[in-house]
């Protein structure tokens, strides 16, 4: 199956700034991405498509302004916190794949402080 | 639309014996399905899928799956747990001719006791 880079795998962050999770296809070329945010105990909750070279696809209820994607390339998806609040705090997940398989990063541990 | 649910939050069973972990679905075409294991602050990993074809899934790690399109589940079995079992699984849904993403269950953790 595809690899799945996500980084940083952990970030503590002070409330009010703001931080970057990139999310790497190392062998397949993704036009499509996905992330995810997992709280403590619960499933995985889309929030958005990242579409290469267009607009991210949010969810109902997720802030675009708050949470910025980007697709740049076919390789790359970076999800940006915005203004992170401990609400915020939250275990991020990307995934890449075709349409019957699912490819998952590591995930990123994000605390806001 | 379409949904996916996992009756149990927690399994327990005694390493050697057979586990079981329930799903169950909900949708409106034909589904694909899968399941994905989680182990403690780590992204998912891929066990099986069930696109087509055959109703008995095998998958990594000696685990399968039962596609049963009457009962719409899919449950996840293996014959013999292990310790190293114990985690969190996620069955998740795609309906076909839909979206890429998948709809997850809320999981359910499995505890393997020696």
């Known amino acids: 199956g595809a690899v799945v880079s996500q980084h940083p795998s952990w970030v503590i962050c002070k409330s009010g700034t703001s931080v970057k999770i990139e999310c790497r296809s190392l062998?397949?070329?993704?036009?499509?991405m996905f992330w995810y945010r997992q709280f403590p105990k619960q499933s995985l909750m889309l929030m958005a498509t990242?579409?290469?070279?267009?607009?991210?696809?949010?969810e109902q209820g997720v802030e675009k302004d708050k949470f910025l994607i980007n697709h740049a390339s076919l390789t790359l998806s970076t999800l940006t916190v915005t203004s992170a609040h401990p609400e915020d705090s939250s275990f991020y997940i990307c995934s890449v794949g075709g349409y019957t398989e699912a490819f998952f990063g590591q995930g990123t541990r994000l605390t806001v402080v | 639309a379409q949904s996916v649910a996992q009756p149990e939050d927690q399994v327990n069973v005694a390493e050697g014996n057979p586990l079981t972990v329930k799903c169950t679905y909900s949708?409106?075409?034909?589904?694909?399905l899968f399941w994905y294991v989680q182990y403690p602050n780590r992204g998912l990993q891929f066990l099986l899928k069930?696109?087509?074809?055959?109703?008995l899934v095998k998958g990594s790690y000696g685990f399968e799956a039962e596609f049963n399109k009457s009962q719409t589940s899919f449950h996840l079995k293996k014959p013999s747990a292990l310790v190293s079992d114990s985690a969190l699984y996620f069955c998740a849904v795609r309906e076909a001719d839909s979206g890429y993403a998948l709809n997850f269950g809320k999981g359910t953790s499995l505890l393997v006791t020696p």
């Open positions: 069930y696109i087509t074809g055959d109703n």
């Open positions: 062998d397949f070329q993704a036009t499509t």
């Open positions: 990242s579409n290469e070279g267009s607009k991210a696809t949010y």
């Open positions: 949708v409106s075409g034909n589904p694909y």
